[in-house]
């Protein structure tokens, strides 16, 4: 008990993503911000309805793949992306979504996510690419 209070607040642990196995057959995990980085992730791509037993789980990117990239599109990017991670990731709380165009500016936007784990009070980011391809 004394080891996991100076390990520091529990924020949880899974399997690593993708998945990867030893030749022992243990599977590959992660923990900590590395878990909740690995499940923002995950989130982002799922599609709502997609996971059968959590049918609101996901982010509705994909119904924008092939909008043609207005401000109103990135306010809807910024929407969808605030409203699952606020819906299905209860240890973390967004502090900012920007969207920016990726390097090349044709066929991806560089969604930048700010946000801050509850339980520690650290401020983390991730940036998730989204693939577009204008629907004109």
Request: with cysteine; hydrophobic share 40%; proline share 7%.
């Amino acid at each position: 008990m004394a080891a996991e209070r100076d390990r520091g607040p529990f924020l949880g642990i899974g399997w690593a993503f993708p998945p990867q196995f030893s030749r022992a057959g243990r599977t590959g995990m992660v923990a900590d911000e590395e878990d909740i980085r690995e499940s923002l992730s995950i989130l982002l791509a799922t599609r709502p309805g997609e996971r059968v037993m959590h049918p609101e789980y996901g982010c509705n990117l994909h119904a924008l793949v092939f909008e043609h990239v207005s401000e109103n599109v990135v306010a809807e990017i910024r929407h969808v992306v605030e409203l699952a991670i606020t819906r299905s990731e209860p240890r973390v709380e967004v502090e900012e979504v920007t969207v920016l165009p990726g390097p090349d500016e044709h066929g991806v936007l560089r969604i930048a996510i700010l946000y801050r784990i509850r339980e520690t009070n650290t401020v983390a980011n991730l940036v998730y690419p989204f693939y577009v391809e204008s629907g004109t």
